[in-house]
């Protein structure tokens, strides 16, 4: 075991691409010294500073917000959040200027008029330096992910961040602890969550009996359109992280529904995993190729890259099973599905099947049926209108009017930090466990033990559901 810990130091220890510059992979694997990442993922829980889970921040009649990053993730936010009531965009910020520029831009005509920050990759601390900012979205490279989150919330601000919150066991520590300490949200911006609201209730109204199993996972094929396309990403950072990883990179979107069913952090937790990975069939391959004809890829064609399809397996404290698929670099369809197997009844998301316990499929009249009797009141009063406002189907816009909802009438987060940190965590540990013959390793309790008396999340709107929509 005790080899087993030490590589996983190394792995744990991925800082991803430096953001200062060098060389494109330079500092990519820089392994923290192992009494460090020991403490880190074996260390006994000290007491809790404070409990983040079911913690109301003071209300905020407006919501003052700064974006950091403007791809195609915070652009998108951007867009939902000006039809939000009671939103105000405050600041700017992209190290690229025509991304920052064409943000503000967009804007013109409405009442916002931020300031905005470029031209340097410390242009971000500005933003979050500034006492006008209630909230800052993250919506930027991974790696940069949890620096940002803890100096926004080290300056006073909430932090709202982009998945995967954190990519290091020593990351995962340090969001919860800051949000601890700070008393600021740090929300993982989830929107797959969302999806899944009408399961949620069927589990809590007991459709399902005794929750015995779910899957879910991340199935898209981002080799051409993302992966080598050099005006997608900027600097190339997520093949990069393709490059020097080897795990479930992206857990969150399959997991944090999941978790959200089962009672995760509330009621119940995870206990510990396993992952498997198959070899690199596809991305060495079209890095040669590429590189055989345009010498920008010819510093990628001698990388090994992480496995197409990982798969793990994750038990519970309640004596349950989650199964995670990742793959985003072989030709399969895409997929973000979720499946829930109980005592008494089983459900896909993606396509809607339900069974109430038979063999055979309920029909599609008899799942709408279903569906609609199993509402939540967040659906009933924006499900229609987050439609209209689009961001994959509606999701993104109902996440970003939840979140603001819930700031203007001091209620708690659906998704804490320890949801960030939780979900966030099996990427490393995943990677861990391949390199390691796929051995188990026990996932963190980031709560502390908290998640025995912990409260599931409110969704019935008996409180708040009262910020309107501007569509």
């Known amino acids: 075991m005790k080899s087993n810990r030490r590589n996983f130091l190394k792995l744990s220890g991925l800082s991803g691409l430096s953001i200062a510059g060098g060389g494109i992979f330079k500092n990519f694997s820089q392994a923290n010294k192992e009494e460090n990442m020991l403490k880190m993922l074996y260390r006994k829980p000290p007491m809790q500073r404070f409990n983040m889970c079911g913690y109301a921040a003071p209300k905020l009649d407006v919501v003052r917000i700064g974006i950091i990053g403007l791809g195609e993730r915070g652009f998108g936010h951007l867009n939902g959040l000006i039809k939000i009531e009671g939103v105000e965009i405050k600041a700017l910020c992209d190290i690229r200027p025509e991304f920052a520029n064409k943000a503000k831009k967009s804007l013109e005509g409405t009442a916002h008029n931020p300031k905005v920050y470029s031209g340097d990759q410390e242009s971000w601390k500005k933003l979050c330096d500034h006492n006008d900012i209630d909230v800052v979205y993250i919506a930027t490279p991974w790696d940069m992910h949890t620096p940002m989150a803890?100096?926004?919330?080290?300056?006073?601000?909430?932090?709202?961040?982009?998945?995967?919150?954190?990519?290091?066991?020593?990351?995962?520590?340090?969001?919860?602890?800051?949000?601890?300490?700070?008393?600021?949200?740090?929300?993982?911006?989830?929107?797959?969550?969302?999806?899944?609201?009408?399961?949620?209730?069927?589990?809590?109204?007991?459709?399902?009996?005794e929750i015995v199993h779910g899957e879910g996972g991340y199935i898209h094929n981002l080799v051409a359109r993302y992966l080598f396309n050099k005006n997608q990403y900027w600097d190339m950072w997520r093949?990069?992280?393709?490059?020097?990883?080897?795990?479930?990179?992206?857990?969150?979107?399959?997991?944090?529904?999941?978790?959200?069913?089962?009672?995760?952090n509330r009621g119940n937790n995870l206990d510990y995993m396993v992952s498997m990975s198959t070899d690199d069939f596809t991305l060495g391959a079209k890095a040669k190729e590429l590189a055989s004809k345009d010498d920008f890829f010819k510093p990628y064609a001698d990388q090994t890259y992480g496995g197409n399809m990982t798969t793990s397996i994750i038990r519970t404290k309640k004596g349950q099973t989650i199964k995670l698929g990742h793959?985003?670099?072989?030709?399969?369809?895409?997929?973000?599905?979720?499946?829930?197997?109980?005592?008494?009844?089983?459900?896909?998301?993606?396509?809607?099947?339900?069974?109430?316990?038979?063999?055979?499929?309920?029909?599609?009249?008899?799942?709408?049926?279903?569906?609609?009797?199993?509402?939540?009141?967040?659906?009933?009063?924006?499900?229609?209108?987050?439609?209209?406002?689009?961001g994959h189907g509606g999701i993104d816009f109902l996440q970003n009017w939840f979140l603001v909802d819930s700031l203007r009438n001091g209620l708690p987060f659906d998704q804490d930090v320890y949801d960030a940190a939780l979900w966030s965590s099996i990427a490393p540990l995943s990677e861990w466990s391949i390199a390691n013959y796929s051995s188990s390793i026990k996932v963190p309790d980031f709560t502390y033990g908290s998640w025995i008396t912990n409260k599931p999340f409110d969704i019935s709107l008996e409180k708040g559901g009262n910020t309107n929509i501007k569509i």
């Open 150 to 209: 803890i100096y926004a919330m080290e300056h006073d601000k909430h932090a709202c961040v982009e998945v995967p919150a954190a990519i290091t066991i020593e990351e995962c520590w340090k969001l919860v602890e800051t949000s601890e300490r700070t008393r600021k949200y740090c929300r993982m911006l989830e929107n797959a969550c969302y999806g899944s609201l009408v399961t949620v209730n069927m589990a809590r109204q007991g459709f399902f009996g």
């Open 239 to 264: 093949l990069k992280q393709n490059a020097m990883r080897n795990g479930d990179l992206y857990p969150t979107h399959g997991l944090g529904p999941l978790c959200q069913i089962m009672d995760i």
């Open 327 to 390: 793959d985003t670099s072989s030709p399969n369809i895409h997929s973000a599905w979720h499946k829930i197997v109980g005592s008494k009844g089983t459900k896909f998301e993606s396509p809607r099947q339900i069974s109430n316990g038979g063999e055979s499929w309920l029909s599609e009249q008899e799942v709408i049926s279903l569906e609609k009797k199993y509402e939540p009141a967040i659906i009933t009063k924006v499900g229609e209108l987050a439609r209209k406002a689009g």
